[in-house]
């Protein structure tokens, strides 16, 4: 069969950007008409792409009608505190930043398969007050592709009366990062990045001491030229699983001794490279292994 001619290959790949510049359009409305629908709204901002995006959305449909909210505690690493505060500013959102008392709560502590549950549940308690004083809900920046995972605590949200805006928009992360881009948010292609805790081995203890060595060791590998990193502990803390971006190990391999300083530096005995790299959600191969 002949080529086509460029003429019609050039209107084909002009339709097709038409149209998806069309579908982000349709997203945009989508969200902002959900939004709409609220008389007030207390955002759980986080700084990532979702929460900033949805903070964005708020602030514009309603104004100071919209509060952005920041957990602070030791699973917030103070770089994510830092960029989340950076934004806000640079948007003019009113937003505030509270501390949660997780770390106090022994069943996050223990790091269970519901330690997200308690997280989540320590966070309601601190916007609650402020919810209820604004006559506003509490906003999660949920999207679709967050509802197939392991998540405890979208259970903490309903049993709240939380909303998701953005699983209500019908908005997967693809169509945030992509209205992000539209409405030129810097945040449109920021990795994720989720609270510290994530990373401890479930069963091992979360604590404060566990949490700033892996914010440390991250923190390294980023200047060693991996933004995207991982560092999961294990062994109750001693041990370090490194995982970058499949591309990238080579490169970490030939770093080895560099990136073991810098993982041994921020308080671990042992560091090792993962060889399957990074995948979001890799602790989760561990829940089958819990006590039922």
Do not use: W
């Not at 995006?53 to 909210?69: E, N």
């Amino acid at each position: 069969m002949a080529d086509r001619p460029a003429s019609e290959r050039e209107k084909t790949a002009d339709a097709g950007r038409e149209s998806a510049a069309g579908a982000v359009s349709d997203a945009v409305d989508r969200l902002m008409a959900r939004l709409r629908r609220e008389d007030a709204v207390v955002v759980a901002y986080s700084g990532g792409a979702d929460s900033a995006l949805l903070a964005f959305a708020a602030a514009r449909v309603l104004g100071r009608r919209a509060l952005a909210v920041t957990a602070v505690s030791p699973s917030l690493a103070a770089s994510e505190r830092a960029t989340a505060r950076d934004f806000a500013r640079a948007h003019g959102l009113a937003h505030l930043e509270v501390c949660t008392d997780e770390a106090d709560r022994p069943e996050y502590a223990a790091n269970g398969a519901d330690r997200c549950y308690h997280c989540k549940s320590a966070l309601f308690d601190a916007l609650t007050p402020l919810a209820a004083a604004m006559g506003a809900r509490i906003a999660l920046g949920t999207n679709l592709d967050d509802l197939g995972d392991h998540r405890p605590g979208q259970r903490a949200a309903a049993e709240r009366g939380a909303i998701a805006p953005l699983v209500e928009a019908g908005l997967t992360k693809a169509d945030v990062r992509a209205v992000s881009r539209k409405l030129g948010l810097v945040t449109a292609d920021k990795p994720a990045a989720p609270c510290l805790a994530s990373r401890v081995s479930y069963g091992d203890p979360v604590t404060p001491e566990v949490l700033r060595r892996i914010e440390t060791a991250e923190g390294a590998l980023r200047e060693l030229g991996f933004p995207v990193c991982r560092v999961r502990a294990h062994a109750g803390g001693t041990l370090a699983r490194v995982e970058v971006p499949h591309t990238e190990i080579p490169r970490a391999c030939e770093l080895r001794e560099r990136v073991d300083a810098a993982v041994r530096g921020a308080g671990f005995t042992f560091c090792s490279l993962d060889l399957s790299g990074f995948a979001s959600g890799r602790l989760n191969a561990l829940l089958p292994l819990l006590p039922s």
